[in-house]
Every structure is written in C-alpha cells, then in structure tokens.
C-alpha cells in the first residue's frame, strides 16, 4: 500500500508539468455575413482557408476546408455603431469538410471569454468604417482537449450613414488556440515511467 502511494505521489508531481508544454493552431477564415443587435454579433457562412500546426502538422490551405461561425453575448458597453464590450458567453465553432488532411467534422467547438467590437480608424469620406472583433475563447478541440485561445475578425467596410446594421460582410479571420506538443507529451511519458520504476526499485530495497 506505501509502494502505491508513493508512486501516485510521483504521478501527481510531474504531471503539472505538462502544462508548461503547449504549442498553437492557426485557422484562418474568409467570408460569410456577420449580423448584429445589441443582443451581439452573429457569424455564419464564413469558410475555413487555412490550419497551420492541427496535431503537429504544417501549414494547409485551401478555399474551403470547412466554416467558421460564432454568436458573442450581449452588448455589456456600448452598441454596433460606435463600438463596446461584450458579455462572456455564446458559441465559437469550427468545422473541418475533410479536404486536404482536414479533418472532417468539429475541430474545435466553445465559447467567448471576453469579446471587444471597435471600430478600426475613423470613417472614411463616404461615410463607411471597418470594424474588428477580437476576443478570448475557451473549449474543446475535436479530440476532447480543452484549450484556450483568441480570435480576431475583420469586416469590409459598412456604412454607418445607416446607422445600426443588420448584416455586413466580413472580410478575414484569424483564430489561435493552445494545444499541448505531442513531442513534449511524449518525453513526459517516458520520464514518468522512468520515475515510477526508479522508485519500485529503491521500494524494493527497502
């Protein structure tokens, strides 16, 4: 019973270290109508055009290699037209189609920690201005690991003569989450074994 305890001891020392061991995944998007109200903003049809780092893997590319969609929460400050803080909350997907070593289905699926939209500059003569949202993320990679990350998304120009708007285009995305380095994890295994039966052995002197 004291050879077990102590060997769980030596498990629970050395896994926090996993934790220092992260690297990070790229997709990039392009498209789709990006809606909004003072109940938030809104994200579908916008396609996958790029992952850089998925399971260890380079840089893939393609004009469609899945969607990107979210939904924030709600306006906490502010409005659409002038920019403000929004409330944690609502939905961040993306779904690979399977193309060009993508993954076919959820890559990643969560929600919003935090979300900021401003707009970007001051409106140009006719009267039209860019926007970004940008913000934090929490949630699932499709392989169930949880993970952390931000995401930042650009419109094309809308016209703020209209005042609140209803739909714009968005012109690009880009979103980067954590994942931990197979390599790292896998050196951690091969220590943790190490360790484990350094210490079966000194037990067995005992």
Do not use: C
């Not at 990350?149 to 650009?154: D, M, P, S």
């Amino acid at each position: 019973m004291v050879k077990k305890i102590l060997l769980l001891a030596v498990l629970a020392l050395a896994l926090p270290l996993a934790a220092f061991a992260s690297g990070h995944v790229d997709f990039s998007n392009e498209g789709g109508t990006l809606s909004g109200s003072a109940s938030g903003l809104s994200l579908s049809g916008s396609a996958l055009t790029a992952v850089n780092g998925l399971y260890g893997g380079g840089l893939i590319t393609g004009n469609d290699l899945g969607t990107v969609s979210f939904t924030t929460g709600a306006f906490l400050t502010g409005n659409i037209h002038d920019g403000g803080t929004l409330a944690a909350g609502g939905t961040f997907s993306i779904v690979g189609n399977g193309v060009n070593g993508v993954p076919n289905g959820v890559i990643f699926s969560g929600t919003f920690t935090n979300a900021t939209w401003a707009p970007i500059g001051s409106a140009l003569t006719n009267g039209t201005q860019y926007y970004s949202l940008s913000g934090q993320i929490s949630g699932n990679l499709g392989s169930g690991f949880s993970t952390t990350g931000a995401t930042i998304q650009l419109t094309v120009n809308i016209d703020t003569h209209k005042g609140y708007f209803t739909g714009a285009d968005l012109g690009s995305g880009d979103t980067n989450v954590v994942v931990p380095e197979p390599g790292t994890l896998s050196l951690l295994g091969t220590g943790l074994i190490g360790l484990a039966g350094l210490v079966r052995r000194k037990l067995n002197l005992v």
